[in-house]
C-alpha cells in the first residue's frame, strides 16, 4: 500500500502536541506573570522567575515580550479581556432601561470582583505605581479608560432619552463603580483581618443607591 497522503486531506486534524505547547505559551507565560507580579509586585518581579514558573526557559519569555513593562500590559490586557465582553454586552443593551441595566452592570462587575485577579491588580499598582509609573499609564489605558469609557457613553445615551437626571455623565461613571472598587481594595487588603463584604450584595444595594439618586420621574 502506498504513503498516506500527508497533504490537504490532513487539513483539520488535531496539532502535534509540540505545536499544541507553543501555540499556548504567551498564555501560559501570562498566567504565571499574573502570580508572580501578584506574590512579589512588579519591580520585585524576575523575568526568569516568570520563566520558571511558566516551564520555559527564560529566552522564550523574550520571544513573545521585549520587556517586562510588556509582559505587565499583557497581563492588564488578558484581565481585562476575560471580563470585558462581559461588561460590554451589559452595558450596550440599548434597549434595557436604567433601572434593569445599573443592577446588571454592577452584578458583572461583582462578578469580576468576587471571581476575578482584578483586586490583586490593584493592590499591586497603587503599591508600584509611583516607582514605576508606567504601569499607571498601563492600566488606565488598556483596563480603566475603557470601563470608564463604556460606562460614560451608557449614561450619555440614557441621559439623551431622558432617563436620568443631566449631569456630568463620567462623574456619575466614577460615583457607580467607585464603591465596588473601594470593595475590591478592601478585600485584598484585610482578606485576613476583617469580615469581607459580600460583592454580590454590596451591588445589590448599591444599584438601588444609584438609581435613587439618578433616575427622573417617568411620565405616565
Same mark, same amino acid.
Given at each position: ?12 486534524? /488535531? ?12 498564555? #501560559? ?13 512588579? =519591580?520585585?518581579?524576575?523575568? #526568569? ?17 521585549? /520587556?517586562?513593562?510588556?509582559? &505587565? ?9 476575560? *471580563? ?67 460606562? /460614560?457613553? /451608557? ?7 431622558? #432617563?436620568?437626571?443631566? =449631569? ?5 461613571? &466614577? ?30 444595594? *448599591? ?14
Amino acid at each position: 500500500m502506498g504513503k498516506a497522503d500527508n497533504g490537504p486531506a490532513s487539513e483539520g486534524r /488535531t496539532p502535534p502536541r509540540r505545536q499544541r505547547r507553543k501555540d499556548a505559551r504567551p498564555s #501560559e507565560i501570562i498566567e504565571a506573570a499574573i502570580e508572580i507580579f501578584g506574590e512579589r509586585g512588579f =519591580g520585585a518581579a524576575r523575568l #526568569e522567575d516568570v520563566a520558571r514558573r511558566a516551564g520555559v526557559a527564560k529566552g522564550t519569555v523574550f520571544v513573545y515580550f521585549s /520587556t517586562k513593562e510588556d509582559l &505587565f500590559r499583557a497581563v492588564a490586557q488578558s484581565v481585562l479581556s476575560s *471580563h470585558l465582553d462581559r461588561l460590554q454586552a451589559a452595558a450596550t443593551g440599548l434597549d434595557k432601561p436604567m433601572a434593569e441595566l445599573v443592577p446588571l452592570l454592577l452584578g458583572q462587575v461583582a462578578a469580576v470582583i468576587g471571581r476575578g485577579r482584578l483586586p490583586a491588580m490593584m493592590r499591586l499598582l497603587i503599591a508600584e505605581s509611583r516607582q514605576f509609573p508606567d504601569l499607571a499609564r498601563v492600566w488606565h489605558d488598556e483596563v480603566v479608560s475603557k470601563v470608564l469609557g463604556l460606562l /460614560t457613553a /451608557t449614561i450619555e445615551r440614557a441621559q439623551a432619552r431622558g #432617563e436620568i437626571r443631566p =449631569g456630568n455623565a463620567r462623574l456619575f461613571a &466614577f460615583s457607580i463603580l467607585g464603591p465596588m472598587l473601594a470593595s475590591a481594595l478592601f478585600r485584598e487588603v484585610f482578606r485576613d483581618v476583617a469580615v469581607l463584604p459580600d460583592v454580590d450584595e454590596l451591588a445589590a444595594e *448599591h444599584a438601588q443607591t444609584v438609581l435613587n439618586g439618578l433616575l427622573l420621574p417617568q411620565r405616565p
